[in-house]
């Protein structure tokens, strides 16, 4: 008898393998389970068991496996069927899958480069033989291959040895960046309790009148604490926190006298942290209390879900939506079932770890691409063994991956946003989507939320396929914002700008921050500046590799490519003509702080966008000092625009809101939209009503008048009109094809025949092959073909014909170099 293993290997192959196995392994062996095995000439890889059987093979002879790494399924059944389920929905390799759904400590490969973890204590007597022979080899060497410890080792089956190693915090793979931010402790000042009495002041005058060091330094303490004061109030908890720098700062004087004056007890100092990874302080053990238009919406949802699988949320900006899922997850915990809680950006789940470990405690674990391999691993054990710690999951959209033992609830906050939507690599797969699928495999229900719901999911909802419940109040009856526009043409006109500032927006600024408020600007470009152009002869420098104009970088003085990463120092006089007259035409994010340090030279200005949040903790650092008050103006991109909450901002100002709108993309409407809705709804989340200002050129645009009017119905009918008559989503799904080649004759060629021969099979609209407005990056050139199919024709019947047309495609020898990939539900 022969018994054979099917398997999934992490390459991009759209079939599973059979390896030959023993019959005690066949037995031994279950679904799930990870093994290693020889694939190619030389190349070991961790392959995922998805069946065992006893069909021999006919193409070729079935090789052995080399070693078995798992004693029980780390994969569920329910996450091969879902992985599968995205392969063949979203057209793309099961081994895609597989490599993306995994944390890449748990597929090692033959190639895997492995290091030593410092400032490790590593005691020696604990370590097995070949534990021991694998450390000692890293001593004289800073990193190995998985084949160079084979040969140490003198085996073929090393991988159980190196887990056990990485399990044992020794080892760390290679991809993992080394973190140089550490979770920040600021330390504050406060005057000890004793003297807060106006007996209490004169005594303290008293004890230091010999002191005029220390007497100067709490004198300052004074007048900083006096300053800070909101206007009108008196308590001492609207005073705005006071750091020790500060402090010493605006007294000249040194830490050592603040020392000294902790000592004599006239001043404590304390530390504010926002909490990380573990959570360490006190749950909260105060009943939530939903206010009447929450409650109605948490009934609401409930009424809902017992007819319908899905249900969206639509609330206005701050209507408390986050409530509202603590309420629902309450309920959920109480029948054992795991929740997982989906977000567009990683900068969101910092704020929203610390709300949730406030009711839930250690419940919370938090999965996103920032956290190392060893603390992924983690998360995925912790989730498949049902722990306690993991009952809530949050995450942004490789959560979906985790191998969940009993899912109740999924949440997918601001549920519209693009970033739900993987681009490159495969699998090309929409988390929203794909999450209904996964809570429809686990029986589970389905929460979207948002406060402007993507066209697609509003349409569903009403058309009755989800549930609706609408919030169109704020929490607190707080008032939504007051929108401003300015026209920057007519500011122009007038010379009322001071560089992109126009008169309206500083004032309101000034005005905030004299008030002790904080102030968020949004700018939906990086870098100072996308275009340095020569005024003699108009020459723009290029990427020499994709065609796209160098972005100016002024803090490091380079220009630097957005696609692939390619930079050279800004140059002195024109490449072309050698004129020295440059100049920058656009802005970014980087300029508008500059010009911010100029026009408000005594207040600070933070920044968030992608060059500012690299590293693990990037968020954390600008989010905890906005929080803190520490950073009086925030600019940003996109990143603000997503549910964070900061309760002191009371003005935000859309530098240009024109760039969004043009972008030649059949949603850049919604997108606008949303895009500005979202930014406004930062302003006014407490007491009093926020302000927003608008600054376009354009300022009867329909799209910007439905934004100042917070008019969703009007653009959503809009929006729908338009996309019936042109042929979009919802009305049609979009599958775009993108063809890559370094040879522009050659990809012209191929595109043009597989063009011809989709067309002549499909009985529906298909466009191409077109040009994108950039189309080469990386030195490859680009052809889009867009396939537009109507909700009459099956889907399924329709991407068979194309994968046929593929396959033909592939067959043919000249046109095989051709990189193709395909986009389902085009974003």
């Known amino acids: 008898m022969l018994f054979f293993a099917e398997v999934i290997l992490p390459l991009s192959l759209a079939k599973t393998f059979t390896y030959s196995i023993s019959e005690a392994e066949y037995h031994y062996i279950k679904k799930g389970m990870r093994v290693a095995v020889p694939f190619g000439k030389s190349r070991i890889y961790t392959a995922l068991v998805v069946e065992t059987h006893q069909n021999q093979p006919t193409l070729y002879d079935a090789k052995e496996i080399h070693q078995i790494l798992d004693e029980n399924p780390i994969v569920t059944e329910i996450q091969i069927a879902h992985w599968q389920w995205i392969a063949s929905y979203y057209m793309c390799a099961i081994g895609d899958v597989y490599r993306g759904a995994m944390p890449s400590a748990l597929i090692l ?59 044992k915090n020794i080892l760390v793979l290679q991809e993992e960046m080394l973190e140089s931010y550490k979770p920040k402790l600021v ?72 020392k000294a004056l902790i000592e004599k007890e006239i001043f404590e100092d304390y530390y504010i942290q926002e909490d990380r990874v573990n959570f360490t302080g006190e749950t909260n053990e105060r009943e939530l209390q939903l206010s009447v238009a929450q409650q109605k919406a948490f009934d609401g949802i409930k009424d809902s879900f017992i007819q319908k699988e899905v249900c ?43 709300r949730l470990r406030a009711y839930f405690g250690n419940k919370v674990a938090v999965f996103h691409s920032k956290y190392n391999n060893n603390e992924r691993v983690e998360v995925w054990s912790q989730v498949l063994q049902n722990s306690e710690k993991a009952q ?109 500032f126009s008169d309206t927006l500083i004032e309101g600024i000034t005005n905030a921050i004299a008030l002790g408020e904080q102030v968020i600007l949004f700018q939906n470009r990086r870098g100072y500046s996308p275009i340095v152009e020569c005024m003699t002869c108009g020459h723009v420098p290029h990427c020499q590799q994709c065609d796209v104009s160098l972005t100016y970088h002024k803090h490091k003085n380079q220009l630097r490519c957005h696609y692939c990463g390619y930079s050279i120092a800004k140059p002195t006089h024109c490449h072309s003509c050698s004129s020295v007259d440059l100049t920058t035409k656009g802005f970014g994010t980087e300029q508008i702080q500059q010009e911010l340090v100029s026009l408000f030279p005594d207040n600070k200005i933070g920044r968030m966008d992608q060059d500012t949040t690299r590293g693990k903790f990037g968020f954390e650092k600008i989010i905890d000092s906005f929080k803190n008050r520490e950073v009086d103006i925030l600019v940003g991109t996109q990143m603000l625009a997503k549910g964070l909450d900061f309760d002191n901002v009371s003005l935000v100002g859309i530098m240009n809101a024109d760039n969004m709108l043009y972008h030649p993309d059949f949603r850049a409407f919604e997108r606008s939209f949303q895009m500005m809705t979202q930014v406004s709804g930062r302003s ?65 060629e191929g595109a043009m025949w597989l063009y ?32 537009k199919i109507p909700t009459n024709t099956s889907v399924v019947s329709t991407k068979n014909i194309i994968q046929k047309m593929l396959n033909s495609f592939d067959s043919v020898a000249q046109y095989r170099a051709i990189k193709v990939a395909i986009n389902i539900d085009f974003y």
Request: proline content about 4%; cysteine-free; overall charge positive.
């Open 109 to 167: 490969e033959s190639e895997t480069i492995i290091s030593q973890k410092t400032d490790v204590f590593v005691d020696e007597s604990e370590l097995s033989d070949d534990e021991f022979l694998v450390y000692q080899a890293l001593q004289q060497q800073s990193s190995l291959k998985v084949q160079d410890i084979a040969s140490i080792l003198n085996k073929k089956n090393i991988f159980p040895v190196i887990q056990k190693l990485i399990d």
């Open 187 to 258: 330390r504050y000042i406060r005057l000890h309790s004793k003297y807060e009495s106006n007996q209490g002041l004169g005594e303290l005058l008293e004890t230091l009148k010999n002191a005029n060091k220390q007497k100067e330094i709490v004198l300052t303490y004074f007048q900083l604490i006096a300053s800070e004061k909101t206007r009108g109030e008196t308590e001492r908890s609207l005073a705005k926190p006071l750091t020790v720098k500060k402090l010493v700062e605006s007294a000249n004087s040194t830490s050592a006298i603040v």
């Open 312 to 354: 969206l949320l639509h609330g206005v900006t701050s209507s408390g939506k986050t409530e509202i899922y603590i309420k629902l997850i309450e309920e959920y915990l109480l029948t054992g079932k795991q929740v997982l809680y989906l977000l567009p950006e990683i900068a969101l789940t910092t704020q929203l770890v610390g």
């Open 392 to 500: 809530i999951v949050i995450g942004a959209r490789s959560a979906l991956f985790l191998p969940f033992a009993d899912l109740g609830f999924v949440i997918v906050d601001e549920e519209h946003e693009q970033t739900f939507k993987q681009i490159d690599p495969a699998p090309r797969y929409h988390a929203r989507d794909a999450a209904v699928v996964l809570a429809n495999f686990h029986k589970a229900k389905v929460l979207l939320g948002s406060a402007t719901p993507s066209i697609e999911t509003y349409f569903n909802a009403s058309s009755d396929k989800y549930g609706l419940v609408e919030i169109k109040e704020r929490y607190g009856n707080v008032m939504m914002p007051d929108i401003k526009l300015v026209d920057l043409k007519d500011k122009y006109f007038r010379k009322r700008m001071k560089g992109h």
């Open 756 to 787: 011809q021969v989709i067309s002549q099979n499909l009985n529906i609209p298909v466009l191409g092959p077109e040009e994108p407005a950039i189309n080469r990056i990386r030195n490859e050139y680009i052809r889009t073909i867009i396939i």
């Open 684 to 748: 006014g989340r407490s007491e009093k009503q926020g302000k927003v200002i608008i600054q376009t050129y354009n300022p009867e645009h329909n799209t910007i008048q439905q934004v100042t009017n917070n008019d969703y119905s009007g653009m959503y009918k809009e929006q729908l009109y338009d996309r019936q008559i042109y042929k979009y989503p919802p009305y049609f799904r979009i599958i775009k094809i993108t063809l890559k080649h370094r040879d522009f004759d050659k990809l012209k």
